[in-house]
């Protein structure tokens, strides 16, 4: 938890026109391919984050509930939430647990009012940051540099789990039962006396396996199988 006794006003980062994607201005990184959300019911506090959001390089979207917030189609940009506490209807932290599953989607809450336990609460269910106001410009933003890094590489790991998960399904059950046993540790003929075929056969199931998996080779076969939470097949 952060807490700052001056709060500059949100147009003081103007000082300088905003830059093209990935140009740093006033120590934070100006990044248009990516969205900052704010979810907060008072109309001032949205428009002064607006500005001051998009003054540093990065495009915001504001809500005025967490209900109109859900309503939004999910993005596939890097992104992060700034979400108030103390919301009409759906709560900050009933939204939070809305979206425990969304780890590409780090939260920043903002809150008017110290209140430890709600603090630990919003911590252990994962948000980044919580701010208690008055805190600085400075202050959010780098919360939000910190948050965007945290959902590019989010975004990434799922990227490389979808075109992996894509690449198993390609493979033929034989295939599968050669990888299974492949990544266990049998060689060629071993691999053939289980399955009851010959080891040609299965250099030729082994060898459209690999190509499939884009596994150059046994290590990165492996670890593939382990990131696909394939267990080690068993051995006869």
């Known amino acids: 938890m952060r807490t700052v006794s001056t709060v500059p006003s949100a147009t003081s980062v103007y000082s300088e026109p905003v830059g093209h994607t990935g140009e740093v201005k006033d120590g934070h990184m100006s990044d248009i391919a990516s969205i900052v959300f704010v979810v907060d019911d008072d109309v001032s506090v949205r428009e002064s984050l607006e500005l001051l959001i998009r003054a540093a390089g990065r495009q915001p979207e504001t809500f005025a509930s967490a209900q109109e917030f859900l309503s939004r189609p999910r993005p596939t ?54 701010l208690t106001k008055p805190f600085t410009n400075d202050v959010l933003l780098d919360a939000i540099d910190g948050a965007i890094e945290r959902s590019r590489t989010a975004v990434r790991q799922e990227s490389e789990m979808r075109v992996l998960r894509s690449s198993y399904a390609s493979l033929t059950p034989r295939e599968r039962e050669v990888m299974a046993l492949v990544v ?6 071993q691999v053939g006396g289980e399955l009851g075929i010959s080891e040609i056969t299965v250099k030729a199931h082994r060898g459209q396996m690999m190509r499939k998996m884009k596994a150059d080779s046994l290590p990165e076969l492996v670890t593939m199988a382990a990131r696909l939470g394939l267990r080690p097949a068993r051995k006869s």
């Open 184 to 189: 266990s540790g049998l060689l060629n003929k």
């Open 77 to 130: 940009l890097p992104c992060c939430l700034v979400l108030d506490v103390t919301l009409p209807g759906l709560s900050g932290l009933e939204l939070q647990q809305q979206l425990a599953e969304r780890t590409d989607m780090p939260i920043i809450f903002i809150t008017g009012h110290h209140d430890v336990p709600m603090t630990v609460q919003a911590m252990k269910a994962g948000a980044v940051e919580f």
